[in-house]
Nanobody, 122 residues
């Protein structure tokens, strides 16, 4: 089993920045990709970004490309999401996700964190 704990959410004004962290425990993650999804109020959970073990393969949702950066520290079993130029439409609960499978879809995720709320005011 893998336990995931997110942190770093909060309330910021549009144009501001936040850095989310997700610490994993329970097993080593050398075969897993780590990523982030988000779920806005009344909407489905959607893919945001994912990173492989080495950090050499990154994927982002079109809506966040150029503004968000995903990184991971394998020594700390932690993945980060640096979010810049935030917009009100980025408001959502952000979930950490870990999987060996398809990391771009909700159905492919094996482990989820409980989420951290990000609210962007206009």
């Amino acid at each position: 089993q893998v336990q995931l704990v997110e942190s770093g959410g909060g309330l910021v004004q549009a144009g501001g920045s936040l850095r989310l962290s997700c610490a994993a425990s329970g097993r080593t993650l050398d075969e897993y990709v780590m990523g982030w999804f988000r779920q806005a109020p009344g909407k489905e959970r959607r893919f945001v970004a994912v990173i492989n073990w080495s950090g050499g393969r990154l994927y982002y949702a079109e809506s966040v490309k150029g503004r968000f950066t995903i990184t991971r520290d394998n020594a700390k079993n932690t993945v980060y999401l640096q979010m810049n130029s935030l917009k009100p439409e980025d408001t959502a609960v952000y979930f950490c996700a870990v999987t060996k499978g398809n990391a771009l879809s909700v159905g492919g995720i094996e482990y989820w964190g409980k989420g951290t709320l990000v609210t962007i005011s206009s």
